[in-house]
Nanobody, 121 residues
Framework: QVQLVESGGGLVQAGGSLRLSCAAS????????MGWFRQAPGKEREFVAA?????YYADSVKGRFTISRDNAKNTVYLQMNNLKPEDTAVYYC?????????????????WGQGTQVTVSS
């Protein structure tokens, strides 16, 4: 069993920054593919970024967000810079076994509870 706990969300003005953390425990797949997704009200959950041997980003966040991980701490991070109001959503950390990155939520077996990010204009 894998447990994922996100933290670091909050309210920020447009142009500001936040760093989200995802602490993994239990039978961890921290060395495998880990991803960040987000879901805004009334919208489907969408891919944001993922990390395995490489990093992958949605076009909407490329150049502004950076995903990284610290295997010693079993933690994955999402540094979000130059935030925009359209980045407002609940952000979820997800894990899947193996090293192949997927961008579809259904391909991830383990999820955190989510952390709210609100960007004001």
């Amino acid at each position: 069993q894998v447990q994922l706990v996100e933290s670091g969300g909050g309210l920020v003005q447009a142009g500001g920054s936040l760093r989200l953390s995802c602490a993994a425990s239990g039978r961890t797949f921290i060395s495998g593919a880990m991803g960040w997704f987000r879901q805004a009200p009334g919208k489907e959950r969408e891919f944001v970024a993922a990390i395995s041997g490489r990093t992958y980003y949605a076009d909407s966040v490329k150049g502004r967000f950076t995903i990284s991980r610290d295997n010693a701490k079993n933690t994955v991070y999402l540094q979000m810079n130059n935030l925009k109001p359209e980045d407002t959503a609940v952000y979820y950390c997800a894990a899947r076994p193996g090293v192949v990155v997927r961008t579809t939520p259904a391909d991830y077996a383990y999820w955190g509870q989510g952390t709210q990010v609100t960007v004001s204009s």
